[in-house]
């Protein structure tokens, strides 16, 4: 019987990665190419269909049945619209599984990149064995993903799991979505570096300086993570308070879900993971109920960045 294949895409906002899989969810492909989200909805499809292509330039022995994908902002998964993505040029209401059904002639699904790093876990990473799942990924923003009872909740408009919109310091610094002390404005990485330039700025000094870019000043997870394990105390500091807000947030989240898991992942967990984890874990301790807290586990997700071509597999197979 001939093969049966899956595509699974991860549609960022810098970059598009995807895999082919065959029906044993074999990883047997991959690609990777720049998004051009500057450049509005058409290119950005032209973009996706370059991935897919690639995917598919050795003529498979078998045959494609279906393609998932994930992408940041609100998605309308039942139509595969994608409302709205602050940071991607699509416009509003992009119907972006019609178009692609039409080019390729198999079914196309969409979700939440977030919802799609939390399912591509829970199926194929950390969360192996458990049903209830909190999903939390730290990077240049925050995103998250809710799995109660092994299926991903949505909520009513497909929005659900905006865990970096839930509110740690009222009246805090101003959050990209225009609210006020949301975890994301305090806990991304995009909010350590703001806090850690500001201090320069006050003439704190960091050996941070020696590795950030000198013109953008733009500040990596992996300068985080090399300043903080050679112990520079403003690094320290400023990675310390971002776990202590990660620590009310997930706290919280726990007293209102109890999950049997809570996984963390995204580019800065990746960086400084159990250095972060042990700090977080205290904090969640001190802000949950103490039954919520003993039966909960923390673990860092296991498919690093290929999470969401997992979760978008996964999408793709089951419907
Ligand atoms: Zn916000």
């Not at 002639?105 to 977030?114: E, I, R």
Request: proline residues 3%.
């Amino acid at each position: 019987m001939a093969q049966k294949y899956y595509i699974g895409l991860d549609i960022g906002g810098t970059k598009i990665l995807g895999g082919l899989f065959d029906e044993n969810c074999k990883m047997v492909k991959r690609s990777k190419k720049s998004t051009k989200s500057s450049q509005g909805a058409d290119v950005i499809v032209g973009q996706i269909c370059k991935v897919i292509d690639d995917l598919l330039e050795d003529s498979l022995d078998g045959k494609l049945v279906a393609i998932g994908a994930g992408c940041p902002g609100i998605i309308n998964s039942k139509e595969g619209i994608v409302v709205f993505s602050p940071n991607m040029n699509w416009g509003e209401n992009f119907p972006l599984k019609e178009k692609m059904e039409k080019k390729y002639k198999v079914p196309f699904f969409l979700g939440n990149d977030a919802n799609i790093l939390a399912m591509g876990e829970y199926k194929f990473g950390a969360g192996a064995g458990c049903k209830n799942i909190i999903g939390i990924f730290i990077g240049t923003g925050i995103g998250g993903g809710i799995i109660i009872n092994g299926k991903l909740y949505e909520g009513a408009v497909g929005a659900a799991g905006e865990i970096g919109h839930t509110i740690v310091l009222p009246d805090g610094p101003l959050c990209g979505c225009g609210s006020r002390g949301c975890l994301e404005s305090l806990a991304s990485r995009t909010a350590m570096q703001r806090d850690i330039l500001s201090q320069l700025k006050k003439g704190r000094t960091s050996v941070i300086t020696e590795y950030m870019d000198k013109e953008d000043k733009m500040i990596k997870s992996s300068h985080l993570k090399n300043t903080y394990d050679k112990g520079d105390e403003l690094v320290i500091e400023v990675v310390d308070k971002a776990c202590y807000y990660l620590g009310i947030s997930v706290g919280s989240l726990m007293n209102v879900f109890n999950p049997d898991l809570v996984i963390f992942g995204g580019g800065v967990i990746e960086a400084l993971g159990e250095n972060m984890m042990k700090k977080i874990k205290i904090t969640a301790e001190r802000y949950c109920m103490p039954k919520i807290f003993e039966s909960c586990g923390f673990e860092i997700g296991k498919l690093g960045d290929d999470a969401g071509l997992y979760g978008a597999l996964s999408l793709a197979m089951e419907q």
